[in-house]
């Protein structure tokens, strides 16, 4: 990633010209194109590539959208940067109609498959996206274990062999303790202790958690290039004390979208990189209690570092666009707001996906219905992965359910002949026969 190259400071200048045709022309373009002409909402380092409208330059089309956004920004006047000067946001069409769309999905009603969504199921579903989250969060930072891998350390519970795995397992500790706490005020210790989960393990044994002024943290690109210097470390204890009292409490005066609070979190927390690692994974946590906490229930089942992995340098492009363009924070809330939008549509076909594997399953199974909804599940899956493992603890993982309740399901599957069991060191495992599905035919 490189530094985009920053707007021209001077854009002002050209409505002192003294030519009156290009005044009006100027004008125009502010009237009738708005400050996000097509729906698209340019940086500089953009819209300097793109063909200016006739009769402009590219200097004075940037000018003529910088004027058309000073009407629409709102100040976020807690949130200041190194110099002391606020954040600033404009409420574009592009932001309201993607708030509108998160709205009808997030936090109301989403039309799903019935078999994916019942009540039984949701504590898998959930279980599954914080281990997505947990996974693809720890490798945006660098941590190297496959998914497979990952996914096979936290449901069956063993201890994490390296530094990739701990962060994961860290995560997904993370993302259960903040469900678990969406219903609290937001303060500097809670952020700590967020941090203290995610970073368990991790650090150096003389490495401490916040920064120093000593330290010169950074954040730089692959080549080395210093892409963002945090504020004063001096300053940390301050700034959270800010953060957390626009957290709890909307702005005098200023009604903030809910949705607008979790992003700005998630880049505040980013911006002031308090700690000396795991601020990524620290912001990104902050962003699901804060959609948690305003009744967003869907967030539960989202996962937005899956989508943030797949375009690393547009998410990084998003704050380097905020800091070089007059603390515009406009690029980075487009730029989650469509990572929103496309971890709910992720969700719909993996719902969708899984309500037409568990149809499949119970086809098969239809004669015989004493099998409660967490079998069906595992034999469904089973049923892809033939010789696929599975443990008391897995069990338990995968439906947030008890130890015994766990070991009655896998017991009555072997019993059944679906499943055969095994004796690894002092523990059973329960291996899905590579015939299952002639054994499901059988059993029908």
């Known amino acids: 990633?490189?530094?985009?190259?920053?707007?021209?400071?001077?854009?002002?200048?050209?409505?002192?010209?003294?030519?009156?045709?290009?005044?009006?022309s100027l004008h125009n373009q502010v009237k009738e194109n708005g400050p996000a002409p097509g729906g698209k909402y340019r940086h500089w380092d953009t819209l300097r590539h793109i063909e200016p409208p006739e009769g402009l330059t590219s200097?004075?089309?940037?000018?003529t959208l910088k004027m058309a956004r000073q009407s629409h920004y709102r100040t976020i006047s807690l949130l200041l940067d190194k110099q002391g000067s606020p954040f600033q946001y404009a409420l574009v069409d592009p932001v309201l109609e993607r708030l509108h769309r998160i709205d009808r999905d997030a936090s109301g009603h989403i039309a799903l498959p019935e078999q994916a969504t019942s009540p039984e199921m949701r504590d898998r579903h959930i279980v599954n996206s914080l281990i997505e989250e947990a996974i693809t969060s720890s490798q945006l930072e660098g941590a190297a274990t496959t998914?497979?891998?990952a996914k096979e350390m936290i449901r069956t519970g063993r201890k994490p062999v390296d530094k990739s795995e701990q962060m994961i397992l860290n995560n997904f500790r993370a993302m259960q303790f903040i469900r678990a706490h969406t219903d609290?005020?937001?303060?500097?210790?809670?952020?700590?202790?967020?941090?203290?989960?995610?970073?368990?393990?991790t650090l150096?044994?003389?490495?401490?958690?916040?920064?120093?002024?000593?330290?010169?943290?950074?954040?730089?690109?692959?080549?080395?290039?210093?892409?963002?210097?945090?504020?004063?470390?001096?300053?940390?204890?301050?700034?959270?004390?800010?953060?957390?009292?626009?957290?709890?409490?909307?702005?005098?005066?200023?009604?903030?979208?809910?949705?607008?609070?979790?992003?700005?979190?998630?880049f505040w927390l980013a911006y002031d990189h308090p700690f000396t690692d795991g601020n990524g994974r620290t912001a990104r946590a902050l962003f699901y209690?804060?959609?948690?906490?305003?009744?967003?229930?869907?967030?539960?089942?989202?996962?937005?570092?899956?989508?943030l992995k797949k375009a690393p340098a547009r998410y990084g492009r998003s704050f380097l666009y905020t800091e070089t363009d007059d603390n515009d924070l406009t690029y980075f809330i487009l730029a989650q707001l469509r990572v929103i939008e496309q971890?709910?549509?992720?969700?719909?076909?993996?719902?969708?996906?899984?309500?037409?594997?568990?149809?499949?399953?119970?086809?098969?199974?239809?004669?015989?219905?004493?099998?409660?909804?967490?079998?069906?599940?595992l034999l469904s899956h089973a049923l892809r992965h033939p010789g696929q493992i599975y443990t008391v603890e897995s069990h338990q993982t995968s439906h947030a359910v008890a130890y015994d309740t766990a070991r009655t399901d896998l017991l009555d599957l072997e019993t059944k002949g679906f499943l055969t069991k095994e004796k690894r060191s002092k523990k059973y495992i329960f291996r899905a026969p590579t015939d299952l599905a002639d054994r499901l035919r059988e059993e029908s």
Request: hydrophobic letters at 40%; charged letters at 25%; a positive charge.
């Open 184 to 201: 609290e005020r937001l303060t500097p210790d809670f952020v700590f202790q967020i941090h203290r989960i995610v970073t368990e393990k």
């Open 289 to 307: 209690w804060s959609m948690l906490r305003e009744g967003f229930w869907l967030a539960e089942y989202l996962s937005i570092s899956r989508i």
């Open 204 to 266: 150096a044994p003389d490495q401490p958690a916040l920064r120093q002024p000593q330290d010169g943290i950074g954040v730089y690109s692959d080549t080395g290039l210093l892409l963002h210097k945090p504020p004063s470390a001096q300053e940390i204890e301050e700034r959270l004390v800010r953060m957390c009292t626009f957290a709890n409490e909307a702005e005098t005066g200023i009604f903030l979208h809910p949705v607008l609070k979790a992003i700005i979190l998630h």
């Open 147 to 149: 998914r497979a891998v």
């Open 59 to 63: 200097e004075q089309w940037w000018s």
């Open 343 to 377: 971890a709910i549509d992720a969700l719909k076909h993996y719902l969708r996906r899984k309500a037409e594997e568990l149809q499949s399953t119970k086809a098969l199974l239809r004669p015989s219905e004493n099998l409660n909804h967490r079998q069906t599940a």
């Open 1 to 24: 990633m490189k530094m985009p190259q920053k707007p021209p400071r001077d854009w002002r200048n050209a409505f002192y010209s003294k030519s009156i045709e290009l005044l009006k």
